[in-house]
């Protein structure tokens, strides 16, 4: 964290100088937490002499409002989680923006813009998302499907054919076990539908579907028990073989699977990726896109409108992200973040045409659009309590050990809830 606040701190000084000659009365105030754009701030400062981004950051803009009285007000606000109930009352509709063409809706990936959309009215724009894959030696490639997506059905399938046991009864070679990546169950639950959502009120942390929770579980039960024999078996073969990073679990051959998030799997230097190949997970033709996608909203209270216009549009332009792609690669940046804001982009023809470029792993593998499935609206918080509540319920509630999980969800919540 002390280095990101010191890559703030450099550029923005420089920001700030070259500010004060622009034409507008002040600069544009950005509020975020993804460090690339500063990156992103000084392309846009060289190419306009009118106005100027100035870039102020903040750890979780979301907990960064209202603003403190002895600052700037922000103009523009950019990060995670920007739609919950509490925060989304701070931003304006931008729907103008679209009806005098400053930038064009049929650019964007139409359910990630729908995301953004209350009322029927445009309060935020997407800017990055994130997708989750599996990743395996290519000296397998014969016995994984031929597609550019998995179901669970061929994760599990094709795992199990790797599984051997010696004469003691203890497994020499495992294909795969979901409880390995706390995450990858959770992946899985979401796929059945577990629909985890932001509370109608403030009594509740949140809501689920607890059918399809309890039928994602019983699923995930079922996995271990006819392919994997038990969870012990599970942890002790993954106590034995697979201490290192999940990379290396598939390139050494000690598993077929690993389970990776779409920007740290391409933050891997192209020569660590040598006979390594990936699919993302699906189900149902839907591929969920992961929750911490990140938006870009205009600050209703802001006093420099028309400039920021001026760098939303430029911002959401191909040719400048294009642009931003380039500038990032002649700087070396490419093993710090992956993509545009550290995932693909809001604009799809960006993905289709100019990421492979950049990350040649993608031709053949980009996700039809259509494929795309967005998070539901989530507490602010949510990645806490995906990781204090939801994720210890999943590994209780698929421990084949006992019969089910011990507690119900309402009791984790409760629990953490007084513990904080």
């Given at each position: 964290m002390n280095k990101i606040r010191v890559l703030f701190c450099i550029p923005l000084l420089t920001i700030l100088i070259i500010s004060?000659?622009?034409?507008?009365?002040?600069?544009?105030?950005?509020?975020?937490?993804?460090?690339?754009?500063?990156?992103?701030?000084?392309?846009?400062?060289?190419?306009?002499?009118?106005?100027?981004?100035?870039?102020?950051?903040?750890?979780?803009p979301v907990e960064a409002f209202p603003p403190a009285k002895d600052e700037d007000l922000p103009d523009i606000i950019v990060g995670p989680w920007l739609k919950?109930?509490?925060?989304?009352?701070?931003?304006?509709?931008?729907?103008?923006?679209?009806?005098?063409?400053?930038?064009?809706?049929?650019?964007?990936?139409?359910?990630?813009?729908?995301?953004?959309?209350?009322?029927?009215?445009?309060?935020?724009l997407p800017v990055s998302f994130n997708l989750s894959a599996l990743i395996f030696s290519t000296d397998y490639a014969d016995i994984i499907p031929d597609n550019y997506m998995?179901?669970?059905d061929q994760i599990r399938d094709a795992a199990a054919l790797l599984n051997k046991m010696n004469d003691k009864g203890?497994?020499?070679?495992?294909?795969?076990?979901?409880r390995w990546t706390p995450e990858f169950l959770y992946r899985i639950t979401k796929l059945y539908g577990a629909d985890f959502s932001e509370a109608a009120n403030k009594k509740e942390t949140f809501k689920w579907n607890a059918h399809a929770l309890d039928e994602g579980i019983a699923y995930l039960r079922n996995w271990t028990e006819s392919?994997?024999?038990?969870?012990?078996?599970?942890?002790?073969y993954q106590f034995k073989y697979l201490y290192n990073p999940g990379i290396k679990w598939v390139s050494e051959k000690h598993c077929l699977f690993a389970h990776i998030v779409g920007s740290d799997l391409f933050k891997i230097s192209p020569e660590r990726l040598q006979g390594i190949d990936f699919r993302w997970i699906q189900k149902d033709n839907k591929i969920p896109v992961e929750e911490d996608m990140v938006s870009m909203g205009l600050y209703k209270y802001s006093k420099n409108?028309?400039?920021?216009?001026?760098?939303?549009?430029?911002?959401?332009?191909?040719?400048?992200?294009?642009?931003?792609?380039?500038?990032?690669?002649?700087?070396?940046?490419?093993?710090?973040?992956?993509?545009?804001?550290?995932?693909?982009s809001s604009i799809r023809s960006v993905n289709e045409r100019i990421f492979p470029v950049f990350y040649p792993a993608l031709i053949g593998n980009l996700p039809s659009a259509e494929y795309l499935s967005v998070p539901n609206i989530l507490p602010a918080n949510w990645k806490e309590i995906k990781n204090a509540v939801i994720l210890p319920y999943l590994l209780a509630g698929t421990n084949t050990r006992f019969a089910a999980s011990e507690k119900p969800l309402e009791q984790f919540i409760a629990e953490w809830k007084r513990k904080n």
């Open positions: 004060c000659n622009a034409a507008y009365e002040r600069p544009v105030v950005l509020w975020t937490n993804q460090s690339e754009f500063i990156t992103y701030a000084e392309l846009f400062n060289e190419t306009r002499s009118d106005v100027k981004v100035l870039v102020v950051y903040k750890e979780n919950n109930r509490r925060i989304r009352v701070n931003f304006m509709p931008l729907d103008y923006m679209f009806d005098d063409r400053l930038i064009e809706r049929s650019a964007f990936y139409p359910q990630l813009l729908k995301l953004g959309s209350v009322n029927n009215k445009q309060y935020l998995l179901n669970p203890v497994y020499t070679s495992m294909g795969f076990a979901p392919v994997n024999t038990s969870t012990a078996a599970e942890d002790d409108i028309p400039a920021a216009e001026l760098f939303i549009m430029w911002f959401m332009n191909a040719e400048n992200q294009k642009n931003m792609l380039e500038w990032r690669s002649k700087l070396n940046l490419y093993t710090s973040s992956f993509g545009i804001s550290g995932g693909f």
